[in-house]
């Protein structure tokens, strides 16, 4: 690898961005930190962050933005100076926090139409017992609505269902649609279009390595 490179990807609930996610850090040895893994670990371990936070939380409330900022800022900055970035930030003002304080080189944005993700999220079912995931187009279970393992009913999560997730998805585009334009704003958005990771992943691969091997193209302070 040329040189370091510090990424930040976004997109909506369902997109793939947690696989996607996964495939980037095995392919360009990057330090992964997501915000809502580091927040989990922090509540967990009950830090003066941690109980903060969950008060937020328990309430359905955002956690606010300077606690945000700062945990994250703090976490940054005891990386190496490798690292893909999810689930932070979710407002222009985090989004501008952090470019004050960390050099950005990209902002991936997984586009995928709404739809899609509502589609495939209705088709996931699990198993409550073992937390076994099937989806009823690529990974369906032996028996229609059974566990394959116990014969147990399969149920769907309150998440998954349609008009949970319209609503879950309308509300991200309502709060992340201004960071994309502060993003874009900046020169270092680069939206990728589809349908399913294994579609979009070329695309994004070919534009972190090009990105590794051209530097100068866009980073902002």
Same mark, same amino acid.
């Given at each position: 690898?040329?040189?370091?490179?510090?990424?930040?990807?976004?997109?909506?609930?369902?997109?793939?961005?947690?696989?996607?996610?996964?495939?980037?850090?095995?392919?360009?040895?990057?330090?992964?930190?997501?915000?809502?893994?580091?927040?989990?670990?922090?509540?967990?371990?009950?830090?003066?962050?941690?109980?903060?936070?969950?008060?937020? #939380?328990?309430?359905?409330?955002?956690? !606010?933005?300077? +606690?945000?900022?700062? @945990?994250?800022?703090? /976490?940054?900055?005891?990386? *190496?100076?490798?690292?893909?970035?999810?689930?932070?930030?979710?407002?222009?003002?985090?989004?501008?926090?952090?470019?004050?304080?960390?050099?950005?080189?990209?902002?991936?944005?997984?586009?995928?139409?709404?739809?899609?993700?509502?589609?495939?999220?209705?088709?996931?079912?699990?198993?409550?017992?073992?937390?076994?995931?099937?989806?009823?187009?690529?990974?369906?279970?032996?028996?229609?609505?059974?566990?394959?393992?116990?014969?147990?009913?399969? #149920?769907?999560?309150?998440?998954?269902? !349609?008009?949970? +997730?319209?609503?879950? @998805?309308?509300?991200? /585009?309502?709060?992340?649609? *201004?960071?994309?334009?502060?993003?874009?704003?900046?020169?270092?958005?680069?939206?990728?279009?589809?349908?399913?990771?294994?579609?979009?992943?070329?695309?994004?691969?070919?534009?972190?390595?090009?990105?590794?091997?051209?530097?100068?193209?866009?980073?902002?302070?």
């Amino acid at each position: 690898m040329s040189r370091l490179i510090r990424a930040l990807i976004m997109g909506p609930p369902g997109s793939g961005k947690g696989t996607m996610s996964s495939r980037i850090v095995k392919e360009f040895k990057l330090n992964h930190l997501s915000s809502g893994d580091l927040l989990r670990s922090q509540i967990q371990r009950q830090t003066a962050v941690g109980v903060l936070a969950k008060q937020y #939380i328990d309430k359905g409330s955002l956690v !606010p933005d300077d +606690v945000m900022v700062k @945990l994250i800022t703090h /976490e940054l900055n005891g990386l *190496p100076p490798n690292w893909l970035l999810d689930g932070f930030p979710r407002t222009v003002s985090q989004a501008d926090s952090l470019s004050k304080n960390q050099t950005l080189d990209a902002v991936l944005n997984l586009d995928v139409p709404f739809d899609v993700i509502v589609q495939r999220l209705e088709w996931r079912w699990i198993h409550p017992g073992s937390d076994r995931v099937y989806n009823l187009d690529w990974n369906p279970p032996k028996v229609p609505f059974k566990d394959d393992v116990t014969g147990e009913d399969l #149920i769907q999560r309150d998440d998954d269902k !349609p008009e949970t +997730v319209r609503a879950r @998805l309308e509300a991200y /585009e309502q709060l992340t649609k *201004p960071v994309l334009e502060f993003y874009r704003s900046k020169g270092i958005l680069t939206e990728f279009h589809g349908t399913e990771t294994n579609q979009i992943w070329p695309h994004v691969n070919d534009f972190l390595s090009d990105l590794l091997q051209h530097p100068s193209k866009q980073s902002i302070e």
